[in-house]
Structures are given as C-alpha cells and as structure tokens.
C-alpha cells in the first residue's frame, strides 16, 4: 500500500464519519430512533441514476 492509498482511505473514512453525524449524536445522547433522511445523500443517488441509465435500471428493477 503506497501513500496515496493510504490518503484516500483516511479521506473515506472521515467522509463517512461526518455523513453519519446525525448517528453518532443519537447513540451519545441516547435519542430515540426517528425517521432521519439525509437530503443531501439522495441528491447524489438521484444524479448518479440519471449519470449511469444502467444503474437506474437496476434500481427500479429492485424496487419492482
């Protein structure tokens, strides 16, 4: 594993981390479990089913 590897894999993790803020804080102060959706998360999802028609046709057959 070289340097760059290693950048990359800190990097994911700390983006993983901050995305799952809202988690972290409900297991700290013990909230009860609601229904939390992050807009942002599926704002991505949308532009990478519309990016990949493959992807998207995948999805809906899931769903269907």
């Known amino acids: ?8 894999s800190r990097k994911s993790v700390v983006a993983y ?5 809202f988690l972290a804080l409900q ?4 909230l ?6 992050d807009i942002s998360q ?3 999802l949308s532009a990478a089913l519309q990016r990949w028609p493959l992807l998207a046709e995948f999805a809906e057959k899931k769903q269907g």
Do not use: G, K, T
């Open 17 to 21: 981390a901050f995305e799952n803020d």
């Open 32 to 37: 009860p479990d609601i229904h939390y959706s």
């Open 42 to 44: 599926n704002e991505r």
């Open 1 to 8: 594993m070289n340097i760059n590897d290693v950048s990359r």
């Open 27 to 30: 297991r700290i102060f013990a």
